[in-house]
């Protein structure tokens, strides 16, 4: 049986459309319906039919919610605390595993990625054991500490609650982000740094520049393309922590909200309180927060004058 010929025009275009379908499904409609949802007051129990337009009373609410302004200061505290320490130890260790690892360079760098591809509930037990108040490694450790004369006045004079205590949560969560995704700036940044031309270290070098000079005279100024594309994720992934605080906190937040991030207040606003058109017009708000720094992130980066 002969198979229709398939025009080279229209061959494209076929191709495509599995991608196409999964992206209208997956992705394109469920944008738009939470466009739609942002405008209208809705509780899925009640059914579709139950379905009101409100006008921008969901945005008008979100603005007035002390929680979500609460969620947005703790998302910023943790995207600066866990996401600007990251870039600054992964550039410091690429530059340190480039020039130290030649043969086993490639297994080291996939000890410092395995935290990225490690699952969420392996992170969640693993953590949860380091931080257990009485019997955490943690605590463990900082009770060693204390008993080295010198030092003790830098560390609490008693174990930390890390999950329960309000002024620990925080960093213990930016901690968790901070070795997971470190490892990935480190692929990043080594990946730039294979394509600096050698010519230029030596060229430095014959001209009598130390390595700190040709650190940052060539090293810096080469990656400063990675470093605009690795900070930019970070802010966006930053502004969109969900995982860690969801896992550390049991999905409520912890004690005085203090680990409740935006995308955390929107499931909570969603499923706890079935109120979609509100966490809709949350989604919308923080998406322009995104957007806004993002483009203040591309015009820190811009070279001057351009």
Partial sequence: MKLPSLSPRHAPYLLLAPFLLLFL????????FSLYLAFQ??????????????????????L??????????????????????????????????????????????????????TSSVAIAILFSSLFS???????IVLAVLREIPGISWLL??????????????????????????????IVLYLAALQT?????????TMDGASRIKQFFYITLPSLKPMIYFGVTLSVIGGLQLFEEPFILTG???????????????????????????????MSWLLFIVVALLTWATNRAFRPRGG
């Fill in 25 to 32: 499904v997956f992705g394109l409609f469920p944008l738009c």
């Fill in 41 to 62: 007051s809705w509780e899925p129990t009640s059914g579709l039919a139950a379905m009101h337009f409100v006008g921008f009373d969901n945005f008008a609410f979100a």
């Fill in 64 to 117: 007035q919610d002390e929680w979500f302004w609460k969620s947005l200061q703790n998302t910023g505290w943790l995207a600066v605390v866990s996401g600007l320490p990251q870039h600054l130890v992964a550039i410091a260790l690429a530059c340190f595993i480039n020039l130290a690892f030649q043969r086993w360079r490639n297994p080291v760098v996939g000890a410092y990625f395995l935290p990225y591809i």
């Fill in 133 to 139: 108040t009485d019997y955490g490694l943690i605590n």
């Fill in 156 to 185: 609490p004079a008693h174990a930390v609650d890390w999950l329960n205590d309000p002024d620990a949560l925080k960093p213990a969560i930016s901690l968790i982000v901070f070795w997971r995704y470190v490892g990935f700036n």
């Fill in 196 to 204: 600096i031309p050698p010519d230029l270290y030596e060229a430095a």
């Fill in 251 to 281: 999905g409520k937040g912890g004690s005085d909200q203090a680990g409740m991030s935006t995308a955390v207040y929107l499931y909570r606003t969603a499923f706890d309180f079935n109120d979609f058109g509100a966490a809709s017009a």
